[in-house]
């Protein structure tokens, strides 16, 4: 059965403070691992899809980063518009059902 | 353009009661989800459509639950005889193919079952 766990659930930063957020995943074969952003009362908005170990990608003060175990949100200088849950899922390349497998998710909130 | 579009955005029932739940995806996007986002809980997977195969329902916790999808386009999930326990926020997704397609979510709908 695929996994992802998320960790710390989480985080409070003072804005300036660079951190990083943890996923955790197993799964039976890696097509795509996925992080999404969800602010209160609305739905995951896409960040990045990373497909395979060592890849890497950005976006403002955002970069993601996969292994073959994990993959990181590292978030530089973060400011206080920062502040949501941040949501990791992998979807797997067996079978024809390409569903996501969610942690519960990191919320951040990040003070002026 | 237009994302996926939910409705209603908001949903309070009494227990026992149907509900019908609808979902608009993105013009031209093919496959469809339904997940479920319960309080501290990550979202659940509960049924896919991909064009005019037959649905995957393996997430639909029980058969009150059903959802259909008509004209390859908008789509439906009916909860029966609700339940307290199916409190929660539905999400609908779509994406352009199978595979590594991106799946983009609606804003969701909050269902309240009193």
């Known amino acids: 059965e695929d996994q992802v766990t998320q960790s710390p659930e989480a985080l409070r930063l003072q804005e300036g403070e660079s951190s990083s957020l943890n996923c955790s995943y197993t799964v039976s074969g890696l097509r795509g691992l996925f992080w999404y952003r969800q602010d209160p009362g609305k739905g995951p908005e896409f960040l990045f899809t990373l497909y395979s170990a060592g890849e890497e990608k950005e976006k403002e003060r955002l970069k993601a980063t996969l292994t073959k175990k994990e993959s990181f949100l590292h978030i530089t200088a973060p400011k206080p518009e920062d502040s949501a849950t941040y949501l990791c899922?992998?979807?797997?390349?067996?079978?024809?059902?390409?569903?996501?497998?969610f942690g519960k998710g990191i919320t951040l909130s990040v003070r002026p | 353009g237009a994302g996926v579009s939910q409705s209603p955005s908001n949903k309070v029932t009494e227990k026992g009661k149907d509900v019908e739940l609808r979902c608009d995806p993105i013009s031209g996007h093919t496959a469809l989800y339904w997940y479920r986002q319960s309080l501290g809980q990550g979202l659940e997977f509960l049924i896919y459509f991909q064009g005019n195969s037959a649905p995957d329902k393996s997430g639909l916790p029980s058969d009150r639950f059903s959802a259909e999808r008509t004209g390859g386009s908008v789509s439906t999930l009916t909860i029966q005889r609700t339940q307290q326990e199916d409190s929660a926020v539905y999400l609908c997704?779509?994406?352009?193919?199978?595979?590594?397609?991106?799946?983009?979510f609606g804003p969701g709908t909050r269902l309240l079952v009193l």
């Open positions: 997704a779509s994406s352009t193919t199978t595979g590594t397609g991106t799946q983009y």
């Open positions: 899922a992998v979807q797997a390349n067996t079978g024809a059902n390409s569903k996501l497998t």
